[in-house]
T-cell receptor, first 115, second 108 residues
């Protein structure tokens, strides 16, 4: 079965712009979570959505937002981009929500460069 | 929140050697996974192992939840094993927390 699909894979933006990233989970998975990976901070949790509701949120400013649609696909948006937002953004899907989800499966990521 | 420490941070091996990677965590966990990050950035699942022992080919993992650590064993390493290995846990906050990873280099 198809894995987690993230689009776009690469993108370049300038400071002040906004960006929207998309994640399609594995069929049947209802939980989608997002992570930011940078060389300095490592992998950090952004937020988790389950059945169109945000269940959990990491320590990121309000410029980072997300949503989930009825088909479980999720988008995350970053507004007013800063240079420090340059990162690999990873999406993961799982069958259930929260800490007892069992296994998480990751997409290939969206690599964002902010100039 | 829960803290995750991985050791060693870097490991260089010759092909054919064995290795052990360690993951310590500061609180009880509901979920623990080991991942291998490939050169393109994707996190590949190795093990979902909140407790007990599992084996998959040349790789095996053991988690001792009561002592708050997990070990990943790689036997007869190959150059394709190179990359960064991450341990990630979920505790009471239900947020997945990653360690900083172990960068493994296997030389031919």
């Amino acid at each position: 079965k198809a894995g987690v699909t993230q689009t776009p894979r690469y993108l370049i933006k300038t400071r002040g712009q906004q960006v929207t990233l998309s994640c399609s989970p594995i069929s049947g998975h209802r939980s989608v979570s997002w992570y930011q990976q940078t060389p300095g901070q490592g992998l950090q949790f952004l937020f988790e959505y389950f059945s169109e509701t945000q269940r959990n949120k990491g320590n990121f400013p309000g410029r980072f937002s997300g949503r989930q649609f009825s088909n479980s696909r999720s988008e995350m948006n970053v507004s007013t981009l800063e240079l420090g937002d340059s990162a690999l953004y990873l999406c993961a899907s799982s069958r259930l929500a929260g800490g007892k989800t069992g296994e998480l499966f990751f997409g290939e990521g969206s690599r964002l460069t902010v100039l | 929140g829960i803290q995750v420490e991985q050791s060693p941070p870097d490991l260089i091996l010759q092909e054919g050697a064995n290795s052990t990677l360690r993951c310590n965590f500061s609180d009880s966990v509901n979920n623990l996974q080991w991942f291998h990050q490939n050169p393109w950035g994707q996190l590949i699942n190795l093990f979902y192992i909140p407790s007990g022992t599992k084996q998959n080919g040349r790789l095996s993992a053991t988690t001792v939840a009561t002592e708050r650590y997990s070990l990943l064993y790689i036997s007869s390493s190959q150059t394709t094993d190179s990359g960064v290995y991450f341990c990630a846990v979920t505790g009471g906050s239900e947020k997945l927390v990653f360690g900083k990873g172990t960068k493994l280099t296997v030389n031919p």
